[in-house]
């Protein structure tokens, strides 16, 4: 199973970015998917969570109202749209694959995990 994460560059404050995941080797009917970030020097954080359907998202205070997580299954993918970035947005993203994501309660041990793309923020 691999989960490819694409996307990631250098954008300034206020612009947008979209990444994108892809999984390849299975499917994942009735898996929820996620986006991780991880800032230099700091410990990796959850950003944003949508379930199988595509019904529900879930996102951390931090990105709410600027970010859009979506999914399309019939791609075996997932996308999240950055608006309004800000410099405290700038890490390496991550994309998650797991039964249920616990915004508070997770592990890398846990489901399956990208590679990371890096996001840079410039003010």
């Known amino acids: 199973v691999q989960l490819q994460a694409s996307g990631g560059g250098l954008v300034q404050v206020g612009g947008s970015l979209g990444l994108s995941c892809e999984a390849s080797g299975r499917t994942f009917e009735e898996f929820s998917m996620g986006w991780f970030r991880q800032a230099p020097g700091k410990a990796r954080e959850f950003v944003a969570a949508i379930n199988w359907l595509g019904s529900s998202g879930m996102y951390a205070n931090s990105v709410k109202d600027r970010f859009t997580i979506s999914r399309d299954n019939s791609k075996n993918a997932m996308y999240l749209q950055m608006n309004d970035l800000k410099p405290e947005d700038t890490a390496v993203y991550y994309c998650?694959?797991?039964?249920?994501?616990?915004?508070?309660?997770?592990?890398?041990?846990?489901?399956?995990w990208g590679q990371g793309t890096l996001v840079t923020v410039s003010s």
């Open positions: 998650t694959v797991d039964r249920y994501i616990n915004p508070n309660k997770w592990s890398t041990t846990q489901g399956y």
